[in-house]
T-cell receptor, first 111, second 112 residues
Framework: DTGVSQDPRHKITKRGQNVTFRCDPI?????LYWYRQTLGQGPEFLTY????????KSRLLSDRFSAERPKGSFSTLEIQRTEQGDSAMYLC?????????FGPGTRLTVL | KQEVTQIPAALSVPEGENLVLNCSFT??????LQWFRQDPGKGLTSLLL?????REQTSGRLNASLDKSSGRSTLYIAASQPGDSATYLC???????????FGKGTTLSVSS
């Protein structure tokens, strides 16, 4: 399967812990996006990479959040000192041109 | 600031009906519009993408139209089936390569 993959699919953590998610985009897609989706809402943009460069960050991306794409391939999203409000589905998408292809998401639950 | 609204929030229909989902956006200067399907607890599947210069796109039983000047798009589903039950999301981009701005979605339930 050559689609976008995300790991882990589910993560349960205690408030205050750090978590890291990984996204492997479709190979050759130079653009990679992270979104967050809470229940009953559409996905909201967090950040965007073109190759290894982080070109845009949303106001939603507080100082506790950091994202990297070190070699322009996979990307990681880290949340430090998690809060209950961070509980959400974290979605990754990649695109060659116009259509964005989404991964299955990582469901984060902060207790 | 671009805002995307989808009406209705939920829709229940019997199998076989034709139906229309609506999407509106506040800033008509879009680059393209995309319709997605999302099954519960899953990621998004792209259904149709309409460039700003296009009026409609078709894929199987799905037809999406775009009226950029009025800030509206519709997704028409013909001969609905229980397998069409899902949440349908509309999203726009304002510039090439930028992030999608989503509506909250319409949750469709098709009963057999």
């Amino acid at each position: 399967d050559t689609g976008v993959s995300q790991d882990p699919r589910h993560k349960i953590t205690k408030r205050g812990q750090n978590v890291t998610f990984r996204c492997d985009p479709i190979s050759e897609h130079n653009r990679l996006y992270w979104y967050r989706q809470t229940l009953g809402q559409g996905p909201e943009f967090l950040t965007y990479f073109q190759n290894e460069a982080q070109l845009e960050k949303s106001r939603l991306l507080s100082d506790r959040f950091s994202a990297e794409r070190p070699k322009g391939s996979f990307s990681t999203l880290e949340i430090q000192r998690t809060e209950q409000g961070d509980s959400a589905m974290y979605l990754c998408a990649s695109r060659p041109l116009d259509t964005q292809y989404f991964g299955p998401g990582t469901r984060l639950t902060v207790l | 600031k671009q805002e995307v609204t989808q009406i209705p929030a939920a829709l229940s229909v019997p199998e076989g009906e034709n139906l229309v989902l609506n999407c509106s956006f506040t800033d008509s200067a879009i680059y393209n519009l995309q319709w997605f399907r999302q099954d519960p607890g899953k990621g998004l599947t792209s259904l149709l993408l309409i460039q700003s210069s296009q009026r409609e796109q078709t894929s199987g039983r799905l037809n999406a139209s775009l009226d950029k000047s009025s800030g509206r798009s519709t997704l028409y589903i013909a001969a609905s089936q229980p397998g069409d039950s899902a949440t349908y999301l509309c999203a726009v981009t304002n510039q090439a390569g930028t992030a999608l701005i989503f509506g909250k979605g319409t949750t469709l339930s098709v009963s057999s």
